[in-house]
């Protein structure tokens, strides 16, 4: 799922090819000269630009570039001025009133107002009553029936007024982009929702919106380069354009870190992250995570409709018993290398007004494992291998996306563990986008899978994390097709309380419920393992202040504090981004306090003056090649 790199600026060079070779592959895209350019990569991929499509968190990042929310997120990740710059709450709590900032203007020039928002909202509204029921994956329209919303009206081009079901604050943190109207309104539902749909829009460059930059070039699956918006609203950063970069493995990612060809890499493995808080000019910094990894089990089995391998998957105490036989504390030390904690309920202690430990919890024990699948009907045969209860033997497929390397690591601890059980486990790797396809339940997909190991990230209020565990959500969200008619009615319990302390009391049993009756073992709440070089930027700002990173949280805002480190006395991280929850700086340098005023633009830059050098150094050596050829008195060197 990362683009593979790797520094060759050491090797021999001696043809044009193999010098542009050495340019990052971004670096493919066409920047003004002087141009100051922020690097980021993942190990995601990086093929949506269409917001409805969006899965991973890179997408989500995306959009919000491009985009604002109708309500943005502030440092700590409170709720923020966005595309309405004010908003006021009625009396019964049932109507929104929000003021749309004036003269807003969207990137291409034409007028941002009420409208565009109404339209917006409206659209996933109609998406939701039609036949289809969502649009692309399916993951954006829950903000807003979650918040209960019935009603959008623009009384004028500066308000818009939201009517919902219940008294509720979701609305606040509805991660919904407002697109521009004048588009995308020449489009029906199944060309924005269906990507099977004859004239799909996939929304390609260059797109128009109101965030801070805006996408004008992308290669799918390679990298997106976006560029300012002259006509952002806010504080405007330092960096002229953006080019997040899509590695295929951590390593090479780490390597363009180091040699300066990025700037800011997320998701680095524990050893990188502890090799790189020695680098010099390089920053690490370990988030608190809100969301987790977990072992998700195919709970529709060899049910119609579902291509599980075994009708165990569909039995609670089969899955419960398995619980037993998962140390979690071990995957902590060794897949994390303690960069993260136990995993018990699905609301991770991130949310510390809403999190509980369970009632009745697990510890690892094999015997205790053994003793509960023999007490529910799982015997061993003469080979001492697990039978399910139609006398097969059970023989587990276990399978995760390819952007997470390091669950290769807990798959080996998961099938020693299994097999001490007598259940034997075939672990191997899946292609991230064929894998969401796999695990899209019917009618939606083909359920086919029997565990797999993946991860959730959560927005500032867990109903996001809640969600997907909802009847409803089968064919849609839903990865471990859970069904269960309480659960449901606790979801709309609590999205509709008020009260902090009665709307606890549902949360716990909601996580209790799940826990006893798993569909999920939370394996960990891996931290968020970030890092990025200081001698560039300044101005890098965690979100949340405590625990967070600065890039790859909640909307753009980190984007927007950035400075050019040249501009200022030191290239040390800022204050702000160095006091959060592990954070260290590479080389001891004076602490510049953060700006939110970005500098003036700046006119170069080392790493956007690179492909120049290597530009020069190809020409010098064309010639060099030219000259030799033309006086035939010796042969080109090959390459080693």
Excluded at 581 to 590: D, E, F, R
Aim: hydrophobic share 35%; aromatic share 10%.
């Amino acid at each position: 799922m990362r683009h593979p790199l790797r520094a060759r600026l050491a090797r021999a060079l001696v043809a044009v090819g193999l010098v542009l070779s050495t340019i990052l592959p971004g670096a493919s895209a066409t920047a003004a000269e002087g141009d100051l350019i922020l690097r980021a990569g993942t190990d995601q991929d990086l093929q949506v630009l269409n917001p409805f499509n969006s899965v991973v968190v890179a997408d989500f990042e995306v959009f919000t570039l491009n985009y604002d929310l109708l309500v943005n997120f502030g440092p700590d990740i409170e709720p923020a001025p966005g595309f309405a710059e004010s908003w006021t709450q009625s009396t019964d709590g049932k109507q929104w009133t929000f003021k749309i900032r004036p003269g807003m203007k969207w990137s291409d020039g034409q007028p941002a107002t009420a409208e565009d928002a109404r339209w917006t909202y409206q659209l996933i509204l109609d998406a939701v009553a039609s036949k289809r029921g969502y649009l692309g994956e399916g993951y954006l329209e829950g903000y807003l029936t979650d918040s209960g919303v019935s009603k959008v009206e623009a009384t004028d081009p500066q308000t818009l007024v939201v009517t919902t079901d219940f008294p509720t604050p979701l609305l606040l943190q509805a991660y919904v982009p407002i697109l521009p109207k004048h588009i995308w309104s020449k489009y029906d539902l199944a060309q924005i929702g269906d990507p099977e749909a004859k004239g799909f829009f996939k929304n390609e460059p260059p797109i128009v919106g109101t965030g801070p930059y805006q996408v004008v070039e992308w290669k799918p699956g390679d990298f997106i380069r976006f560029a300012r918006n002259p006509n952002y609203w806010g504080t405007q950063g330092a960096a002229d354009e953006v080019i997040i970069q899509h590695f295929a493995s951590s390593d090479t990612m780490v390597q363009a870190l180091k040699t300066g060809e990025i700037d800011y890499v997320r998701g680095v493995l524990a050893d990188q992250f502890n090799a790189l808080k020695n680098e010099p000019n390089i920053a690490t910094v370990e988030g608190v995570a809100n969301g987790y990894t977990e072992l998700s089990f195919n709970t529709g089995g060899s049910k119609k409709g579902y291509k599980g391998s075994t009708s165990a998957l569909s039995d609670v105490a089969f899955r419960d018993a398995l619980g037993y036989a998962i140390d979690t504390t071990k995957l902590v030390e060794s897949t994390l290398g303690g960069y993260g904690k136990p995993g018990t309920t699905i609301i991770p202690p991130f949310h510390t007004r809403w999190h509980v430990e369970p009632d009745k919890p697990r510890s690892f024990n094999i015997d205790e494992a053994k003793s509960r699948l023999d007490a529910a009907g799982y015997t061993l045969n003469a080979d001492g291998k697990r039978l399910d209860k139609d006398g097969k033997v059970i023989n587990l497929r276990l399978t995760w996306p390819d952007s997470e390397s390091e669950n290769a690591t807990n798959a080996q601890f998961l099938v020693e563990w299994f097999g001490q059980l007598g259940i034997t486990v075939t672990a191997a790797v899946t292609e991230e986008g064929k894998l969401i396809d796999d695990v899209t339940g019917p009618p939606g997909g083909p359920g086919d899978y029997d565990i797999y190991m993946w991860g959730w990230v959560g927005d500032p209020d867990p109903t996001s994390l809640l969600k997907f565990f909802q009847t409803s959500e089968i064919g849609s969200s839903s990865d471990s097709y859970y069904a269960n008619p309480h659960y449901d009615e606790l979801f709309k319990q609590q999205r509709a309380e008020s009260d902090p302390e009665k709307r606890k009391a549902i949360l716990a049993e909601m996580q209790n419920l799940v826990y006893d009756e798993a569909p999920y073992h939370i394996l960990y709440y891996d931290a968020e393992l970030h890092a990025y070089r200081t001698d560039k930027f300044a101005g890098w700002t965690n979100q949340p202040t405590q625990g967070g990173t600065p890039l790859f949280g909640y909307g753009s805002r980190g984007y927007t504090l950035l400075t050019d480190a040249s501009a200022v006395p030191s290239a040390a991280p800022s204050v702000e981004a160095s006091a959060g929850t592990g954070a260290s700086a590479g080389a001891p340098t004076n602490s510049t306090p953060p700006s939110t005023t970005p500098t003036s633009t700046p006119t170069s830059s080392s790493s956007s003056s690179l492909p120049l050098i290597l530009g020069v150094i190809a020409l010098i050596i064309i010639v060099a090649v030219i000259l030799v050829i033309m006086r035939g008195r010796r042969r080109a060197v090959e390459e080693e």
